[in-house]
C-alpha cells in the first residue's frame, strides 16, 4: 500500500509526502503522549466532568 503511494507519486510533487510524513510522526507523538501518560493524571482527567466538589471559576 505505501509502495502505491510513492510510485503515484512520480516526482511530481513532493506536497503529497511532506503531509504524509507530517501526520505519521503527529500520529506516532500522539501514541507516545497517551501512552507516557500517569495513571493518576488520566484518573483525574476522566473523572473530571463528574467531581462535584470543583468549583467553576467562571461562575463567580
Do not use: A, C
Request: hydrophobic share 45%.
Amino acid at each position: 500500500m505505501i509502495g502505491e503511494y510513492f510510485r503515484q507519486l512520480n516526482n511530481s510533487s513532493i506536497v503529497p509526502l511532506i503531509s504524509l510524513v507530517v501526520f505519521f510522526l503527529s500520529f506516532v507523538l500522539l501514541v507516545f503522549w497517551t501512552f507516557t501518560r500517569k495513571k493518576n493524571y488520566l484518573n483525574h482527567m476522566k473523572n473530571l466532568p463528574l467531581d462535584n466538589n470543583i468549583e467553576n471559576k467562571n461562575s463567580e
